[in-house]
């Protein structure tokens, strides 16, 4: 596996390699992210990762330089599920000014997570549309853990015309439902045998509408009763439209219901298709 930090090395490496699949991260990586590497090689000849911490979706109240930096340990994993290339770069390679420039998501950017994490959307569209630049994929694969995050990117691709292929991750999970989370780690055991519930409330939710329940409003309200009645701290549990996540109108719609909440100090988020 070839690792480059500087730009002009990373497209130098990257000439002539047909078919370039791209999987950008943060590091700290676990089975998620590497079932997101198998899946890329599905898709194209040179599998690109790219690992950097990016400030610029950092709110004030979460805290960037203790963001969890397991570079060697990731790096070793990349080469374990055969990476053709890592993009590594740092601050000043990527930002060697002053950010000017943004990529502003409409208004869905600041509902749900982004009612949480006002400017969140606002540094990953912007980081991410520098990646692209950058590495110039034909094809990028980001998890549906974050599936927010994956509709804005998708529909920022399709209505900049940029040449890229947007496909979603399936979430893996543990045996108990969990999803997999680099948060996961910071649960204590008692917090970890409650974190499944999340899952089997969304799982809930889910038949509940597949049955023909279609007072969405009782049913998220009735979630965030329960995890708050078992030490979760909810921000939201929401039934929205799998295009834009807006509120569900008459129609045939296809659904998903999202959620977060806090389980002691790690902030769970999950969600499910139905």
Known sequence: MQIHSAIPDLRHALRNHGRVVFVPTMGNLHDGHLSLMVQAREHGHTVVASIFVNRLQFGPNEDFEKYPRTFEADCEKLREADIDLLFAPTEADLYPERQQYYVDPPGIQNQLEGEVRPGHFRGVAT??????????????????????????????????????????????RADDGLALSSRNGYLSPSER???????RILSGIREAVLAGDKDFERLERAATVELDSHGWKTDYVAIRQQSDLQVPLAGNNPLVVLAASRLGTPRLIDNIDI
């Open 127 to 172: 980081v991410v549309l520098k990646l692209f630049n950058i590495v110039q994929p034909q094809v990028a694969v980001f998890g549906k853990k974050d599936y927010q995050q994956l509709m804005i990117l998708r529909n920022m691709t399709r209505q900049l015309a940029l040449p890229i292929e947007i496909v979603g991750g399936e979430t893996v």
């Open 193 to 199: 045998s409650e974190a499944p519930r999340l899952y």
